[in-house]
């Protein structure tokens, strides 16, 4: 337990925690001794707890393995996490899932981490790791968490949400009962360059740091906000430390035209080409609306009705139940500066 306790208190002096301010100097104050004493006995029993990390990207996605390391620096010693991924990309797959063929597991090695891989969709993947991932530990063991992403690319406004798989995995974690957070980040034309040349984007390692953050932060007891089974986080594109953040509804969008002809191909034969969206409702308060202005974004979302209040799910309630969580992680947001 000595080891544990140490080991504890190094990683609540490496985070942001009233340690980190204090050094290793035990506060005076008694709300402030409470705090630690609550924070560090939460870090010496968080070995039970496990994470469950997917995306859509797939196993080579250029930002799993920064995700995977942030999470082993922000999450306390013991922490369980498991990948299982797609073993290639599956964006746009939404919540679908293999119904008629069978889904085929392997494993890879990424960086430092062995990941489980997928033949089937993202939300195949969240569905076996939270049924299979962590069955050594014991019949029926599941998963604290599921994180989703981080995603290359926004899902802010309902056309992206509904149709991201980043977010349809997330979704599938929350249906079978675990809390999920969904993480994007936004890809300008100069961040889609450099990962095309380069396989790496920009502020991949900020991004990592935002998401791992809430993550942390979604574990510790009692700040998982009430009546929310979904956060989608999205990430403005060049994100750095210190960015403002918003709690937010979600943008309504639309496609103006997603399939196009394939030239030179037999008639009849398109290929899936959206061209644009349009932005139906990206006002005050909706995620689009916080991203265009540099902005993190994280929305909750419930099961029944993900837009639109229904009985018993009160759209601002759920945003003032999240602020404390979101604070938490982030720390305290200057307002966001209209466009």
């Known amino acids: 337990m000595a080891t544990s306790a140490r080991l504890a208190r190094r990683w609540l002096v490496s985070r942001s925690s009233p340690l980190r301010l204090l050094g290793t100097r035990t506060p005076r104050h008694p709300s402030a001794r409470r705090a630690c004493r609550s924070l560090q006995a939460w870090a010496c029993s968080s070995a039970h707890l496990r994470v469950l990390v997917t995306n859509d990207d797939g196993v080579d996605s250029a930002l799993l393995v920064p995700l995977l390391d942030a999470l082993d620096v922000a999450l306390p010693p013991g922490v369980a996490v498991r990948a299982v991924v797609p073993a290639e990309e599956r964006s746009w797959f939404g919540k679908s899932m293999t119904r008629f063929a069978h889904v085929v597991v392997g494993s890879a090695v990424r960086g430092t981490h062995t990941v489980t891989t997928l033949s089937g969709t993202p939300a195949d993947c969240a569905a076996w790791g939270v049924e299979h991932a962590f069955a050594a530990e014991g019949e029926g063991v599941m998963p604290d968490l599921v994180v989703s992403g981080t995603n290359l690319g926004m899902n802010a406004g309902a056309a992206f949400m509904i149709s991201s798989g980043t977010v349809g995995a997330a979704l599938e974690g929350a249906i079978a009962g675990v809390k999920s957070i969904a993480v994007s980040l936004s890809l300008g034309k100069e961040a889609r360059v450099a990962l095309k040349e380069t396989g790496r984007v920009p502020c991949d390692l900020a991004a990592s740091e935002y998401a791992a953050a809430i993550a942390a932060r979604a574990l510790e007891p009692g700040a998982w906000p009430e009546g929310v089974d979904v956060l989608n986080v999205n990430l403005p594109q060049n994100v750095g430390r210190g960015a403002a953040w918003e709690v937010t509804r979600v943008a309504r969008s639309r496609y103006t035209k997603v399939f196009s002809p394939?030239?030179?191909?037999?008639?009849?034969?398109?290929?899936?080409?959206?061209?644009?969206?349009?932005?139906?409702?990206?006002?005050?308060?909706?995620?689009?609306a916080a991203l265009r202005r540099g902005g993190v974004s994280v929305t909750p979302l419930r099961l029944e009705g993900m837009f639109l209040?229904?009985?018993?799910?009160?759209p601002l309630a759920l945003r003032a139940a999240t602020?404390?969580?979101?604070?938490a992680a982030f720390g305290e947001s200057d307002a966001l500066v209209g466009s």
């Open 309 to 314: 209040s229904t009985e018993g799910s009160d």
């Open 323 to 327: 602020e404390p969580l979101v604070r």
């Open 262 to 288: 394939v030239e030179g191909a037999a008639e009849g034969t398109f290929q899936h080409a959206p061209e644009s969206l349009e932005w139906l409702d990206d006002s005050d308060g909706t995620d689009y």
